[in-house]
């Protein structure tokens, strides 16, 4: 398919009106090498996962930090990975580096930029929302346009310039870094079960409409 007529594209003004997705699942904090064995034991299981990460924004022009959080999520199962106590440790680069599980992101070629700054490691295994999103006519690149469009749920984005470096991290922060993570896992199983209808949706724009 060269070109198409018609793309699924939702506006700001559709995706305010939707209701805002919860988290169904529990969240696993990992701030010790044990329990991050634990817990990498578990994900080694899986075939396909979500994958994030969350960085503690800068407001000095010039200052960038590393990674705090490497969110990993099953359907109902997160694990947030604190690197500021962990550390980048050897299992987390091998479970990063492993080819046998699909790992599920958006616009990851980010996240590992920024990952990149505090530790080497060659990922492998990842599928990037981004580009898989476009074979299924869909014009939208933001996980929340995304999952908006398929699920006909917005995903709240008031814990983004958060502090992930705090001593302990408020619920809402475990929700919101557990939600990213598993949106993307969730909206690959629906899109490669082949149960996304465009046509069912109201989202369907002319092409000379969408916004570049």
């Not at 580009?131 to 814990?159: A, H, T």
Request: hydrophobic share 40%.
């Amino acid at each position: 398919m060269n070109q198409r007529e018609f793309y699924i594209s939702i506006s700001k003004e559709q995706l305010s009106g939707l209701p805002t997705v919860v988290f169904p699942g529990q969240i696993t904090v990992v701030d010790t090498v044990e329990a991050a064995n634990e817990a990498l034991s578990v994900l080694r299981k899986e075939s396909v996962v979500g994958f994030d990460t969350e960085t503690k924004p800068s407001f000095r022009k010039g200052q960038s930090n590393s990674v705090a959080l490497i969110q990993v999520s099953t359907l109902d199962r997160c694990y947030l990975f604190r690197l500021k106590k962990l550390g980048f440790i050897d299992e987390l680069r091998e479970f990063i580096e492993d080819s046998s599980v699909k790992k599920i992101g958006l616009s990851l070629h980010d996240d590992f930029h920024v990952l990149h700054r505090g530790a080497e490691f060659n990922p492998d295994g990842f599928i990037d929302l981004q580009s898989l999103v476009k074979e299924y006519g869909i014009s939208d690149i933001s996980l929340q346009k995304i999952y908006g469009i398929i699920f006909n749920e917005r995903i709240s984005k008031s814990q983004r310039l958060s502090n992930w470096e705090a001593a302990s991290l408020s619920d809402s922060q475990q929700s919101y870094a557990s939600i990213d993570a598993w949106a993307c896992l969730r909206i690959y199983n629906y899109l490669k079960r082949g149960l996304f209808d465009p046509d069912a949706l109201p989202y369907k724009v002319h092409a000379d409409m969408v916004e570049s």
